[in-house]
C-alpha cells in the first residue's frame, strides 16, 4: 500500500503504462500467446527455468514479473552487476523456508551474463531440486556466456526488438494515458520510432520528455532531432552484436549487394568500430570471395587501407567505402580459398613424401650420383615453355586443387590451366609411345 507522501509522487510514465497481464506485452506473441511457449506454461501453471535473450527495452523484466504472478510464484529480483554470492545465499534460504511451506520461488536474474562460472555453478543445486525457479535476462548470446550446465537446466526464450507496430502500440497508450496526442508530424512521430530502435522502455523515456514541450508547434524529425538526446546504436565491439554486423557486411558484399553493404558498415563506424579492423576484413574478403577472379581486388583492398592510414577518420573513411563498391560490385570467387583448404587437406592425407628426384637440386657429386635432379627438363628450353613433367611426388596421383570459375579474369586463367592440361596429356601419351 502506498503512503501519502508516494501518492502525491508523479509515477514516472513507464511505471503507470507498465503491462498487468502478459496479454498487454508487445511484440512478443511468438513466446507469449496461449499456443507459445510461455503461454502454454502460464495457462497450465507449470513454469520452467528459463533464460530470456532480447536486446534492452523488449520487455524481459516485464515478462519475469508477470510470470511469477500468473503463476502464485514470489518474485525475487537480483541483478548481476550489483548483487554477489551473499545475496543469493538469503534468497536460496528464503525459498527453501516457503518451499516448505507449499509457496514456490521465482528469482528474476538481470544480466545474468554477468555472473562468472562459479556463480552459475552456485544456481544448479537449488535449479534442479525445484528450490526456484530461475529466469534469467540477457542482452547477450547464452551460448557464449552461460555455462553449457546452466543452459541445460533451462529453456532459451529469445525475444524480438520491438518493430514499429509495437512501438506504436506503446505511443497510443501513453497518449491515452496522458489525455492529449504528442507534439509531432506524422513524419515526426515516424522519427520518433526509429530514435527508440527497437528499445521501449528508450521510447518511454522519450515520449515523456515530449510531453513537457508546448503542444504547438508540431516538430518535425529535424525538430525532434533538436528537442531530444538521440541515443548511439547498440553496438558492442567485444560482443555478439560485433560478429553479428561484420557477418551482415560479409555476407552482403559476397552476396553484390553493394548498398547493404555500405549500410552494415555505416552501422559499424557509427558504434565505434575501429576502422582499421574493418580494412582487415575487407582485405581478407578481397582474397577469399573476389579472389582472382578481379586481381585488382587485393590492389584496391591494400591501397584503401593505406589511404586510411594516412588519412585518418574521418576523411580515411571514405576509402573504405570506395573499397566496399569495388568489392561489392567486383566478379566473385572463392577458388583460391578452396583450393588451399584443398591443399591443407592433401599434404595432411600424404604425410611426408618427398619431392621426385628429377626436380631436386644437385649441388655434390654424391647427390647427382644417386639421382638428384636427373632427367629434369627446363622449361624454357620447350619449344611451348612447357616440358608437362611431374611436379608430384612420386606415387601421389595428380590432383586439381585449384578450379578457377567461370567469371571475371578467372575465365583466362582456366583457358590456360585447360590448355596445359591438353599439352600434359599430349606429353604423357607420347612418352608412353617412346617407351613401347
Not at 511457449?37 to 502460464?42: F, I, K, N, T
Not at 514541450?213 to 508540431?218: F, I, M, N, R, T
Amino acid at each position: 500500500m502506498s503512503t501519502l507522501f508516494e501518492r502525491q509522487v508523479q509515477r514516472p510514465l513507464a511505471d503507470r503504462l507498465r503491462p498487468i497481464s502478459l496479454s498487454e506485452v508487445v511484440g512478443q506473441d511468438h513466446l507469449l500467446a496461449p499456443s507459445a511457449p510461455l503461454g502454454r506454461m502460464v495457462a497450465q501453471k507449470r513454469l520452467t527455468s528459463v533464460i530470456l535473450w532480447g536486446p534492452p527495452g523488449c520487455g524481459k523484466t516485464t515478462i519475469a514479473r508477470l510470470l511469477a504472478e500468473h503463476t502464485s510464484l514470489i518474485f525475487e529480483p537480483l541483478s548481476a552487476v550489483f548483487s554477489g554470492v551473499a545475496d543469493l545465499r538469503k534468497v536460496f534460504e528464503s525459498a527453501k523456508g516457503r518451499r516448505q511451506m507449499g509457496q514456490g520461488t521465482l528469482l528474476f536474474i538481470d544480466e545474468i551474463h554477468r555472473f562468472n562460472r562459479a556463480q552459475q555453478d552456485g544456481f544448479l543445486p537449488y535449479v534442479e531440486d525445484g528450490t526456484v525457479i530461475l529466469v534469467g535476462a540477457t542482452t547477450e548470446n547464452p551460448s557464449f556466456e552461460l555455462n553449457a550446465a546452466l543452459l541445460s537446466r533451462c529453456q532459451v526464450m529469445v525475444l524480438k526488438r520491438l518493430d514499429d507496430a509495437a512501438l506504436e502500440k506503446m505511443l497510443l497508450r501513453a497518449e491515452a494515458d496522458e489525455g492529449r496526442s504528442l507534439p509531432l508530424t506524422e513524419d515526426g512521430r515516424q522519427a520518433l520510432l526509429a530514435m527508440a530502435d527497437g528499445d521501449g522502455r528508450y521510447l518511454l523515456n522519450l515520449i515523456e520528455e515530449l510531453f513537457r514541450l508546448p503542444a504547438e508547434p508540431l516538430l518535425d524529425p529535424s525538430a525532434l532531432a533538436g528537442a531530444v538526446q538521440k541515443r548511439l546504436p547498440l553496438y558492442d565491439k567485444s560482443q555478439e552484436g560485433h560478429y553479428n554486423l561484420i557477418s551482415a557486411l560479409h555476407k552482403s558484399l559476397r552476396g553484390s549487394d553493394t548498398d547493404a553493404a555500405l549500410y552494415w558498415m555505416a552501422r559499424m563506424l557509427a558504434g565505434g568500430e575501429d576502422p582499421r579492423f574493418l580494412a582487415r576484413r575487407l582485405t581478407r574478403f578481397a582474397v577469399e570471395d573476389v579472389g582472382l577472379a578481379d586481381p585488382d581486388a587485393l590492389l584496391q583492398a591494400i591501397a584503401a587501407w593505406e589511404a586510411y592510414e594516412r588519412l585518418g577518420s574521418p576523411e580515411g573513411e571514405l576509402a573504405l567505402v570506395q573499397l566496399v563498391i569495388y568489392l561489392g560490385t567486383a566478379p566473385k570467387s572463392n577458388a583460391a580459398y578452396l583450393a588451399e583448404k584443398a591443399a591443407k587437406r592433401a599434404a595432411s592425407e600424404t604425410g611426408s613424401l618427398t619431392p621426385p628426384l628429377h626436380i631436386l637440386n644437385a649441388p655434390t657429386k654424391m647427390m647427382r650420383d644417386i639421382g638428384y635432379g636427373e632427367g629434369y627438363a627446363y622449361d624454357h628450353d620447350a619449344p611451348d615453355g612447357f616440358s608437362g613433367q611431374n611436379y608430384f611426388p612420386d606415387g601421389m596421383r595428380r590432383q586439381r586443387l585449384y578450379n578457377p570459375v567461370e567469371r571475371g579474369f578467372e575465365r583466362e586463367i582456366r583457358k590456360r590451366l585447360d590448355y596445359w592440361d591438353k599439352l600434359r596429356r599430349d606429353r604423357t601419351a607420347a612418352t608412353k609411345r617412346d617407351e613401347t
